[in-house]
């Protein structure tokens, strides 16, 4: 197992947390793992994001050119990174915030519209945990009990009202991505 | 046979054991040997030579780590406060002093002095003012007074050009870290014992751990200035006075009743 | 200690602390900020000092000052800030006393950007500073490799009474990965004799740069050249891969060697013989090793994120033996494998000529 996975969007969609959710999910599994904030040549303008490295073996370059996955939260993150995507790879789109047309068959594009679910859900916020559970969902780089516990750990007791909310919404990004159509 | 009576002798004056006893590199009339002796005196009289770290300027008295006869660091030019602080912060109970001219404290080491009084830095600084570079060989300084001539103002310093003296106690005095600032000055006896008492109160300040001390001591460059010392004393009096007042710009309150021990 | 994810910066300064680190000062500038707000939070709770200094300039100062009293002592900045500071670092080489650099290069000249750069090669393996000598430099490629230098940069500065740097840049400083911290080390009780504490029971201690005679200065440069050749012959660090049966061996330090990994990884799988060398002190740079393997190379390929600095150090150290090509990246642009392969490919098909 190798994935390269970017995280992209707009600052303030927590984006950078969902790239540090794997990452510390990764280890707590005791996988090799690398976090990159906004780094390398994929870096433009004021988008947020960030690249991660999951693998078997130990991780040489934290940075990549052809992500094999891109989670992207907004329209021009998936302007940017369609085209750089490794073929085959796996592409999760924030549908609610989608404008253009996919232009690659080659891919695995998941739209999930969570910006308007987690509207729905009360807490817009929430959205990358809708992001990330669809990521799951087509990628078991690790397991749901672990992200639950580390997400629990990580949000802290300052964030104790939002937990139940975020794995509630990691799980309904899970069930979307598992019966949505490729 | 008349009898020889033995008279004891009585030490009346001695060299402070703060002082080293090796002759100095400085200019004849020039006031750094008294202002050095004034310092070494206060050391010994508080008893703190041996807790004392002494840091030198780039200027006329950067060989002043040799002449004290205290533990001793040479700074980069202006940068003695920053160094002051990195030593008092690891010795917290020892007495750090700087001893800095007016190219160094006033011009390239502003930031550095602004900034240690404005942290409070619980050191004690002596500022030499004799308005003029005098190690580079005369160049205008910070302080140089209106047309003054020097040798980088030839026709006298003009301030349209170059801007009015500074004033550090003035200056200083205005940060609430700083609890005791005073300008003195070294042209007479009597001028020189009230400089002395400025920087004992000045250390005792350090040593109660009340925050930033700055004595200004007015001095001489008969070198620098072209004059001989007794006409270098004089433009002191004439020329300086006037520009630089004496006095106390600031003393904090829980200083005050160090001055009151005094009299 | 358990395995944690920690970002760069915060490992360099954690790592600090516990190498026992007594007085830090320094003054913020990205991308190395983290590291001061770690020290600025984690200093004062276990009653050591912090200052958060006017400039870079006042920074290194008070660090001079508190390595003078005998603590050990650091600062943090990146490349600006490291232009600022190359006084203080002259003073405290011409004077001898201990103090570590933690420098997270960014792209120059000039304010340059905030991205990760190796752009200050030369400005810290050179000289950081006038006169004549070379500071200790080392240069991590992890977040584990930063913690590990930090404790041996500390333990070299006392050793060698020297200034002691350890280079990142932007990508490990910001860099999560996971990581062990050593266990905390306790401060050091007694002051070394040369420190200034105050002369109690002793002869005074002066600590100074300054030599008017030349006579008397060349003397302290003589003992200074005769440390630094002390060092150069027992402090050369370096790492290799696959280089066993390499005809080409590339050449790359932190970031861009770490990059070159995998680059050379995707070469081996497409048979051709290549190998990688990660110089980790990168003065002394690692010329008795460089020098070996050119004896059994065809040629190096040196990958950093500059215009080619350490390519001169590896042409020196391989004496002309072999052809050295050099592949970089510039202001911030961070070069990722596919495109160090590419390199590797070309160099390979020009210049080896035995059996792939």
Redesign the interface.
């Known amino acids: 197992m190798h994935e390269e996975l970017i995280f992209a969007g707009f600052g303030g969609q927590g984006v950078l947390f969902a790239g540090?959710l794997l990452?510390?999910t990764a280890?707590a599994e005791g996988k090799?793992?690398?976090?990159?904030?906004s780094?390398?040549?994929e870096?433009r303008g004021g988008t947020a994001n960030c690249t991660v490295v999951v693998s078997r073996d130990p991780?040489?370059?934290?940075?990549?050119?052809?992500p094999s996955i891109a989670v992207v939260f907004n329209n021009p993150s998936f302007e940017k990174y369609e085209p750089l995507m490794m073929p085959g790879g796996l592409l999760i789109t924030n549908d609610s915030l989608m404008v253009t047309q996919p232009e690659r068959d080659d891919l695995e594009i998941v739209p999930v519209p969570a910006t308007e679910l987690a509207t729905q859900m009360g807490e817009v916020r929430i959205a990358n945990m809708i992001l990330f559970g669809a990521l799951l969902a087509r990628r078991p780089l690790v397991s749901v009990d672990t992200v639950q516990r580390v997400l629990i750990d990580k949000l802290g007791n300052r964030k104790a009202h939002l937990h139940e909310a975020n794995i509630t919404a990691l799980k309904r990004g899970m069930e979307l991505a598992q019966h949505a159509e490729v | 046979m008349a009898t020889a009576t033995m008279v004891e002798e009585q030490v009346v004056y001695q060299r402070p054991e703060a002082l080293n006893d090796i002759p100095t590199h400085y200019c004849p009339g020039c006031t750094h040997g008294i202002a050095h002796r004034l310092i070494a005196e206060v050391l010994d009289e508080l008893g703190v030579r041996e807790r004392t770290i002494g840091v030198s300027p780039v200027g006329c008295a950067a060989f002043a780590y040799q002449y004290f006869n205290t533990d001793g660091a040479e700074a980069a030019h202006g940068r003695a406060p920053a160094m002051a602080t990195g030593i008092k912060r690891v010795l917290p109970n020892r007495v750090v002093f700087t001893y800095q001219g007016d190219g160094d404290l006033a011009a390239i080491g502003t930031a550095e002095i602004i900034h240690a009084a404005m942290r409070g830095e619980k050191i004690t600084t002596i500022f030499i003012n004799n308005a003029i570079y005098g190690m580079t060989g005369g160049q205008m300084a910070p302080t140089t007074l209106a047309h003054q001539r020097t040798t980088s103002s030839p026709t006298g310093r003009d301030v349209a050009l170059t801007g009015f003296p500074i004033r550090m106690s003035e200056l200083l005095a205005q940060l609430p870290g700083a609890v005791y600032v005073v300008r003195r000055s070294l042209h007479n006896v009597k001028e020189i014992m009230k400089a002395k008492q400025a920087i004992r109160v000045a250390f005792e300040a350090q040593i109660n751990g009340l925050g930033f001390a700055m004595v200004e001591l007015l001095s001489t460059c008969p070198t620098g200035w072209k004059l001989t010392p007794p006409e270098a004393m004089e433009w002191l009096e004439q020329e300086m006075l006037p520009y630089y007042p004496l006095g106390d710009y600031k003393v904090a309150d829980d200083v005050a009743p160090l001055l009151k021990k005094r009299r | 200690m358990a395995?944690?994810?920690m970002k760069g910066n915060v490992a360099l300064a954690e790592a600090a602390i516990r190498a026992g680190v007594e007085a830090y000062f320094g003054y913020p500038i990205t991308p190395q900020t983290e590291l001061l707000e770690h020290m600025a939070k984690r200093m004062p709770e276990l009653g050591r000092a912090f200052v958060q200094a006017e400039s870079e300039v006042a920074a290194i100062n008070m660090v001079y000052g508190a390595a003078c009293a005998g603590a050990r002592t650091m600062t943090s900045s990146s490349s600006p800030g490291i232009s600022l500071m190359q006084e203080g670092f002259s003073y405290i080489a011409g004077s001898e006393v201990p103090a570590v650099i933690v420098d997270v290069m960014r792209g120059g000249p000039g304010l340059g950007n905030i991205?990760?750069s190796q752009a200050d090669y030369f400005q810290v393996t050179r000289s950081a500073g006038h006169g004549d000598y070379h500071p200790i430099v080392l240069a991590p490629a992890s977040v584990q490799e930063a913690i590990d230098l930090m404790g041996l940069a500390f333990d070299l500065a006392d050793q060698y009474r020297h200034l002691v740097f350890v280079v990142a840049d932007?990508?490990i400083g910001?860099?999560?990965?996971?990581a062990e911290m050593p266990p905390m080390q306790p401060l050091r009780q007694e002051r070394p004799d040369w420190a200034l504490t105050g002369a109690e029971g002793r002869e005074v201690n002066t600590i100074a740069s300054l030599e008017l005679h030349a006579e008397g200065l060349e003397a302290v440069n003589l003992r200074l050249q005769a440390k630094l050749e002390t060092i150069r012959a027992a402090e050369q660090r370096s790492t290799e891969i696959l280089t066993e049966d390499a005809n080409l061996i590339v050449v790359g330090y932190g970031t861009a060697g770490?990059?070159a990994?995998?680059?050379v990884?995707q070469a081996r799988q497409q048979g051709l013989k290549v190998g990688l060398l990660r110089p980790i002190s990168l003065w002394p740079f690692p010329e008795e090793r460089l020098s070996e393997l050119s004896d059994r190379v065809q040629a190096f390929l040196v990958v950093e994120m500059n215009a080619g600095q350490m390519v001169d150090d590896v042409r020196l150290a391989s004496g002309g033996q072999v052809p050295v090509r050099f592949y970089g990246r510039m202001g911030g642009?961070?070069p990722?494998?596919?495109?160090i392969l590419h390199e590797i490919v070309t160099v390979y098909e020009k210049l080896i000529t035995s059996g792939v």
Do not use: F, K
């Open positions: 540090q990452a510390y280890l090799h793992v690398t976090w990159i904030p780094y390398g040549p870096m991780i040489g370059s934290p940075v990549c050119q052809n | 395995v944690e994810l991205q990760p932007g990508l910001q860099m999560m990965e996971p770490r990059i990994q995998t680059a990884l642009m961070v990722v494998p596919e495109e």
